[in-house]
C-alpha cells in the first residue's frame, strides 16, 4: 500500500489554495462604499434609473439655459396663438418646441422645464428634512428609553393617527389666514408661501414612520456588546448614538429615503391637482395637471407632458 499523494490531487489542492487569494484580495483594502459603487455598476436596471433621475436634476438646474435656446419664456403670453375658444391653433414646431398652452398661449416646454423644479425641490429637501427628524428622535428614543421613550412614541403614534389629506387641506388656508389673508397678500408671497408650508406637511407626516422603524433597530441594538463596552469606557452618550449605532442604521435609512422621494413627488403633484399645493406664478407639474384634464381630448400632449414626467422621474427613483 503506497502512502504516497497522487500528483494529480497535489497539483488540484494547490490550485485551488492558489485559486482563494486571488479571489480574496479582490475585494481586499477596498472601502464598503467602493465595493458598493463597484456592485452598483454591474446593475444595469439601476444605472438606466440613475441617468433618468441625472436627465430631470439636469433639465431642472438647465431650465433657464434650456428655455433661453428655445427662446421662449414660461411667463410670456400669446394669445395670438390660440383661438376664440382658448384652443391651440398651432402644434409643436421650431419655436414652440411642445407646442403652447390653451387659452393663454405659454410656451409648453418653458412650463415642463420650470415645473420640474418644485417637484425636486419639494421631495428633496422634505425627504431629507424627515430623514433626519426621524432618526434623531428614533436613536433617543430607543436608546434612552423610559419617560423619553414614551413621550416620544406617544407623538408618533399621534402624528400617525392623523388623517394625512384632511390636515394638508387644512394647513394652506390656516397659514394664509395668519400671513394676512390671500387679498393682502401678493401671487408671489401666496405662492411662497404655499411652497413652504407644503414642505412643512410632508415633513410632519414623513419623520413619524421613519422613527419608529430606528427605535425598533435601537432597542435591538443597544444590548451588543459593542454598545455595553462604549458604555463601560464612558463613550458619551451623543458619541454611542452616532459612531455607535447609527453607522449599523444605514440600510433602512437609505430605504425609506428611496422610498420617500418619489412619494413626495406624487404628494406634491398630487396635492396641487387638488387645489391645496403650488399656484401660479410657481410653474408645477401638478397644475398642468390639473388645467390639462379640461383640453385632453382636443389637446393631448398638454397633459401627458406632466404625466410623463412624473411617472418617469418617481418609477426612476423607486
Not at 214 to 238: D, N, Q, W, Y
Not at 246 to 258: R, Y
Request: charged share 15%; proline share 6%; aromatic share 10%.
Amino acid at each position: 500500500m503506497s502512502l504516497g499523494v497522487d500528483p494529480q490531487d497535489q497539483v488540484s489542492s494547490e490550485a485551488l489554495v492558489a485559486a482563494v487569494p486571488v479571489a480574496s484580495t479582490k475585494e481586499h483594502g477596498k472601502s464598503p462604499s467602493r465595493i458598493a459603487f463597484d456592485r452598483l455598476r454591474t446593475d444595469r436596471m439601476a444605472i438606466v434609473c440613475g441617468c433618468v433621475v441625472l436627465f430631470f436634476v439636469l433639465v431642472a438646474v438647465l431650465a433657464p439655459l434650456l428655455c433661453a435656446i428655445e427662446g421662449q419664456n414660461y411667463s410670456d403670453f400669446h394669445t395670438e396663438l390660440v383661438d376664440e375658444f382658448g384652443f391651440p391653433t398651432i402644434g409643436p414646431n421650431a419655436d414652440h418646441w411642445f407646442g403652447v398652452e390653451p387659452k393663454t398661449g405659454r410656451d409648453l416646454f418653458a412650463q415642463w422645464t420650470y415645473g420640474a423644479r418644485p417637484s425636486l425641490v419639494i421631495a428633496f429637501v422634505a425627504a431629507i428634512t424627515s430623514s433626519v427628524v426621524g432618526v434623531v428622535l428614533g436613536l433617543t428614543a430607543g436608546f434612552l428609553s423610559g419617560w423619553v421613550d414614551r413621550v416620544i412614541s406617544w407623538v408618533i403614534d399621534f402624528v400617525l393617527s392623523l388623517p394625512y389629506l384632511l390636515v394638508a387641506i387644512a394647513a394652506v388656508p390656516i397659514v394664509v389666514s395668519i400671513a394676512g389673508g390671500v387679498n393682502a397678500l401678493s401671487p408671489q408671497d401666496n405662492a411662497d408661501i404655499r411652497f413652504f408650508v407644503l414642505i412643512g406637511v410632508l415633513v410632519f407626516f414623513g419623520w413619524a414612520s421613519l422613527a419608529r422603524l430606528i427605535r425598533g433597530e435601537v432597542i435591538s441594538l443597544r444590548e451588543r456588546e459593542f454598545v455595553a463596552a462604549a458604555k463601560v469606557i464612558g463613550v458619551p452618550t451623543r458619541r454611542v448614538l452616532f459612531k455607535e449605532l447609527l453607522p449599523n442604521l444605514v440600510a433602512p435609512i437609505v430605504i425609506s429615503l428611496s422610498l420617500a422621494l418619489p412619494a413626495y413627488i406624487v404628494a406634491e403633484a398630487g396635492l396641487t391637482f387638488l387645489g391645496v399645493g403650488l399656484i401660479e406664478p410657481t410653474p408645477s407639474w401638478g397644475q398642468m395637471i390639473a388645467k390639462a384634464t379640461t383640453y385632453y381630448q382636443a389637446d393631448p400632449l398638454y397633459l401627458w407632458l406632466p404625466v410623463v414626467g412624473v411617472s418617469a422621474l418617481t418609477l426612476a427613483l423607486s
